[in-house]
């Protein structure tokens, strides 16, 4: 899908916030790119198996020369931190990374598109569908097609909100409706997925219905790499590029319209490509939650309201935040773990206090 068609730079205005230098964004985003790259080191080296940085950066050194045909010598790792490290803790931490970055930029165009502070990536009743269809398959027993469920619950569930939302307002998306029928299938979902859990599921298959519920990455693996980093370089890549579009959504419809805008349009493209990123996030984590409500708030403090800057450091900070909840959630009851939502929650809950307290106050 081709990108969304924007205006002219010079004229679409500058939303409110604090305005810093341009030169500043790309220095911010080298930053942010490098605090993610000690984050992934200093976390992989985390758990019980203690492994040094000097430790991992050798093994990588030796595998990425292995690669290219070429020979760096024994790893400093034994064969079973080879395997901790590369089975187990790097998939996790780069789907952990990929989740992060692709819920903070979906965040952040549903809050512009829809002109709702409080919007999330699951808003639209993309999580209870990608519910569904992932419980729907678990108490199948066919946990082999939980990401293809889960994905398809998602887009349909999306599809039901726009229908639905076009069906009452004449054919024309507005902010107002769309957020109401995103909580009408919402809702419906949820109940279909209520209904499915209270009949159809017990012993083991209960356990790992919940445990996908409360969203976890324990089970990634390359594959679930693979998926993540399609969608977020294909659909995330495409939704970066659409700054200065959400810009102009930043003062109504009218406004938009006058700037060039076709408003219809670009609402259901964008909102499609959130969907199939959410999708695609959720069909291997689950839902987890506040990342993609909170993080762009916080983001918007640091670089004002300019969609051009937000963007990709809303991405980095999901990804480094993310990243590290889920190595808490591997560590903080050890020898078991906790899912990885239930940290995103407890710590994005407060956060998101503050944040709507000191935009009461004016600071942002």
């Known amino acids: ?38 984050s992934a080191v200093l976390a992989l080296g985390v758990g019980p198996a203690d492994l040094s940085p000097a430790q991992i950066l050798g ?4 595998h990425v020369v292995g690669w290219f045909g070429g020979d760096a010598g024994p790893s400093p790792l034994s064969p079973v931190q ?8 790097l998939p996790r931490l780069l789907t952990a990374v990929g989740v992060g970055a692709g819920l903070a930029i979906a965040g952040t165009v ?22 569904l269809g992932a419980v729907a398959v678990l108490v199948l027993g066919l946990s082999l097609l939980l990401p293809v469920a ?36 919402a809702q419906a979902c949820s109940a279909v997925t209520s209904f499915v859990l209270f009949t159809g599921t017990q012993g083991d298959s209960y356990r790992e219905v919940l445990g996908w519920l409360m969203g976890t990455l324990a089970a990634a693996t390359w594959t679930s790499v693979a998926i993540v980093w399609i969608a977020v370089a294909v659909v995330g890549t495409l939704l970066l590029t659409s700054g200065r579009t959400l810009d102009a959504f930043a003062f109504g419809d009218t406004a938009a319209a006058a700037l060039g805008v076709d408003v219809a349009r670009t609402r259901w493209v964008l909102l499609g490509l959130v969907a199939l990123l959410v999708g695609a996030l959720v069909s291997v984590s689950g839902a987890i939650g506040f990342v993609g409500l909170v993080v762009p708030h916080a983001v918007r403090l640091l670089v004002g309201a300019r969609h051009v800057r937000v963007l990709p450091l809303a991405a980095l900070a999901g990804a480094v935040v993310l990243l590290w909840a889920d190595t808490a959630a591997r560590v903080v009851i050890s020898p078991r773990e906790l899912p990885v939502g239930i940290l995103t929650a407890a710590i994005g809950a407060p956060v998101f206090a503050v944040l709507l307290a000191r935009r009461r106050g004016g600071v942002a």
């Not at 004229?11 to 916030?17: A, K």
């Not at 080879?82 to 803790?89: D, F, S, T, Y």
Request: proline fraction near 11%.
């Open 110 to 131: 549903m809050q512009a598109v829809l002109r709702n502070p409080l919007a999330d990536p699951y808003l639209l009743g993309l999580s209870s569908g990608a519910t």
């Open 150 to 185: 889960a994905f398809g619950g998602a887009v349909l569930a999306l599809a039901a909100t726009l229908a639905l939302a076009g069906a009452v307002s004449g054919g024309r998306l507005t902010p107002g409706r769309t957020v109401l029928a995103g909580v009408a299938v």
């Open 82 to 89: 080879e395997a901790i490290l590369w089975q187990g803790r």
């Open 1 to 38: 899908m081709p990108p969304v068609p924007v205006t002219s730079p010079s004229r679409v205005p500058t939303p409110s916030g604090p305005r810093p230098r341009r030169s500043a964004t790309p220095w911010l985003v080298v930053g942010g790119a490098l605090v993610l790259i000690a």
């Open 59 to 62: 093994s990588v050194r030796v």
